[in-house]
């Protein structure tokens, strides 16, 4: 059994900003394309040095390197910038492979047969993933009526007293979310001591005016809380740590 590693995921995870969503993955993707990796592994007649990405579905063997080797800096910003271009594909199943003459990279996709793509300028295949099509018109109002339905909720929260237990509401101190500043996050608030995130001052008020339960940051309804609020300052540009 060869074994492998993960390393690198704090080179990859920070800088992701833009996700392109596939209409589908195709049915067993996971499926095939753990098969193919497993078979490739199998191929090596020893450990190999294995990068996985933030999403758990792109992952890159570097060649010449073992488990538990720390990647020179030059070939670690390699699979770096590799998996940044691949993980951009959300619903994807990719193995990449960085061989030892650095030349060409192998690649799979959803577990189909390895191709191969330019190391220089590492242009991703877009036709074999999404078609090389657009996102269609159905795509879009899919999408926008999800953020829509999530603000909503977030609406609701805002304006309802449930969120405390004496009866005040975050809109009554902040009409249509109005002076509440997202934009300017993160930044240090005198109120916690600490540099805070806008969810840190949405639980604020609600522990302290509201008299209530701080909301989990993960949860839906911390979650379109901000999403109400950031939608109140669209085209507002970003100033983090402004008074």
């Known amino acids: 059994m060869r074994s492998y590693n993960k390393m690198g995921l704090a080179l990859v995870t920070l800088s992701l900003t833009l996700c392109i969503p596939l209409s589908y993955a195709g049915e067993g993707a996971r499926e095939k394309a753990?098969?193919?990796?497993?078979?490739t592994l199998k191929n090596y007649s020893h450990d190999v040095q294995v990068v996985t990405a933030c999403d758990g579905r792109k992952r890159v063997i570097v060649e010449g390197y073992k488990e538990g080797d720390i990647l020179p800096r030059e070939r670690a910003m390699e699979a770096a910038k590799l998996l940044n271009g691949l993980v951009k594909y959300c619903n994807a199943e990719m193995v990449a492979v960085i061989p030892q003459n650095r030349i060409d990279i192998r690649l799979s996709i959803d577990g189909e047969p390895f191709f191969t793509i330019n190391n220089s300028d590492l242009k991703l295949p877009v036709?074999?993933?999404?078609?090389?099509?657009?996102?269609?018109?159905?795509?879009?109002q899919i999408w926008d009526a999800q953020v829509k339905r999530?603000?909503?909720?977030?609406y609701k929260v805002f304006h309802s007293q449930i969120t405390g237990t004496n009866g005040i509401?975050?809109?009554?101190?902040?009409?249509?979310?109005s002076n509440t500043h997202p934009e300017t996050y993160p930044k240090f608030q005198s109120q916690l001591k600490k540099v805070a995130l806008l969810r840190d001052m949405i639980n604020w008020c609600i522990e302290k005016p509201l008299e209530g339960t701080p909301l989990a940051h993960d949860s839906e309804e911390m979650k379109a809380l901000e999403a109400?609020?950031?939608?109140t300052r669209k085209g507002v540009p970003l100033d983090y740590g402004k008074h």
């Open 228 to 231: 109400y609020i950031l939608s």
């Open 169 to 177: 509401s975050c809109d009554m101190c902040h009409p249509d979310a």
């Open 127 to 140: 036709t074999l993933v999404h078609g090389g099509q657009e996102h269609t018109a159905r795509e879009g």
């Open 34 to 39: 753990d098969k193919l990796f497993s078979d």
């Open 150 to 154: 999530m603000i909503a909720k977030g």
